[in-house]
């Protein structure tokens, strides 16, 4: 079982996008909530985006609504973070992370980061 983060270019200037990708090798991940976190260097980790398995739809925090999507392809076995207007204090330390137990209510796991499977973390550098 593998769950590994990954960008395609993790530079980017302020006002540009990206777009991060997880890989759940291993995971059956029809039956998995999903979810992003990220860390800046000398601050918390902040849940960015949440969503439960039977969520309507997901949690983004307020510092990124409106810029950032999470979505998936289960076939494929991603989970995937597209993230537009990017800027400086975007920049951080991104993780993927999946939870078979995780029904509802993504704003919570995504508060207390409490979620079973972690990836290893994705570089995201922002210059202004």
């Known amino acids: 079982l593998m769950l590994a983060a990954g960008v395609w270019g993790g530079l980017v200037q302020a006002g540009g996008s990206l777009r991060l990708s997880c890989v759940a090798s291993?995971?059956?991940?029809?039956?998995?909530?999903i979810g992003w976190f990220r860390q800046a260097p000398g601050k918390e980790r902040e849940g960015v985006s949440c969503?439960?398995?039977?969520?309507?739809?997901?949690y983004y925090a307020n510092s990124v609504k409106g810029r950032f999507t999470i979505s998936r392809d289960n076939a494929q076995k991603m989970v995937y973070l597209q993230m537009n207007s990017l800027t400086p204090e975007d920049t951080a330390l991104y993780y993927c992370?999946?939870?078979?137990?995780?029904?509802?209510?993504?704003?919570?796991?995504?508060?207390?980061?409490?979620?079973?499977?972690w990836g290893k973390g994705t570089q995201v550098t922002v210059s202004g």
């Open positions: 291993g995971f059956d991940l029809d039956v998995y909530a």
């Open positions: 992370a999946i939870d078979p137990r995780i029904y509802y209510a993504g704003s919570y796991y995504c508060s207390t980061g409490d979620m079973e499977n």
């Open positions: 969503f439960g398995r039977r969520d309507y739809r997901p």
